[in-house]
T-cell receptor, first 115, second 114 residues
Framework: EAQVTQNPRYLITVTGKKLTVTCSQN?????MSWYRQDPGLGLRQIYY???????DKGDVPEGYKVSRKEKRNFPLILESPSPNQTSLYFC??????????????FGPGTRLTVT | AQSVTQLDSQVPVFEEAPVELRCNYS??????LFWYVQYPNQGLQLLLK??????LVESINGFEAEFNKSQTSFHLRKPSVHISDTAEYFC????????????FGGGTRLMVKP
């Protein structure tokens, strides 16, 4: 089954304690992205990756890091989480091919609470 | 840069009534347009898209949207809603030279009442 998986699904942590949210896709997609969803703001892009070892900042990258060492994985790292990073996080992937119609496939989300 | 405005944050409607969810965008370049749907406690999934060709696009579950270039709009409509359509709907745009680079609107929560 084609899918994007994220772990963990729920996480409560304290300010300053480093954490990693994993994302993996099994569709051989070139493009992967991280978004955060906050009420009334829709989804805002944090980081994206066009392919292995190619990453770039989105609209709200402060406080986050990413890496793309393998095509299927795109972890999101919070080196020193703060309460304003409490949010619902989504990973997404898509193909670069025009024939794909640029449909993005989303993971189930990770709800992060930083106290 | 692109921006997307969804004018209604919540739309309550009775079952079997028609509904329109409004979406306006701003862009200095030509765009692709998308509607994504998020059912409770799930990720987003593509509902329909406009890339080129006919300005009226349809989904498999009865929704349709029309691209209006002069009004920079891409409103979503359904003639008769079901309880199962209760969800949050997101309008999104991307520049047509970078189709993966989505900018989302703030979302509209559709609440269908019996």
């Amino acid at each position: 089954e084609a899918q994007v998986t994220q772990n963990p699904r729920y996480l409560i942590t304290v300010t300053g304690k480093k954490l990693t949210v994993t994302c993996s896709q099994n569709m051989n997609h070139e493009y992967m992205s991280w978004y955060r969803q906050d009420p009334g703001l829709g989804l805002r892009q944090i980081y994206y990756s066009m392919n292995v070892e190619v990453t770039d900042k989105g609209d709200v990258p402060e406080g986050y890091k990413v890496s793309r060492k393998e095509k299927r994985n795109f972890p999101l790292i919070l080196e020193s989480p703060s309460p304003n990073q409490t949010s619902l996080y989504f990973c997404a992937s898509s193909s670069d091919r025009v024939s794909s119609s640029y449909e993005q496939y989303f993971g189930p989300g990770t709800r992060l609470t930083v106290t | 840069a692109q921006s997307v405005t969804q004018l209604d944050s919540q739309v309550p409607v009775f079952e079997e009534a028609p509904v329109e969810l409004r979406c306006n965008y701003s862009s200095s370049v030509s765009v692709y347009l998308f509607w994504y749907v998020q059912y409770p406690n799930q990720g987003l999934q593509l509902l329909l898209k406009y890339l080129s060709g006919s300005t009226l696009v349809e989904s498999i579950n009865g929704f349709e949207a029309e691209f209006n270039k002069s009004q920079t709009s891409f409103h979503l409509r359904k003639p008769s809603v079901h309880i199962s359509d209760t969800a949050e709907y997101f309008c999104a745009v991307s520049p047509n030279n970078a189709g993966n680079m989505l900018t989302f609107g703030g979302g509209t929560r559709l609440m269908v009442k019996p």
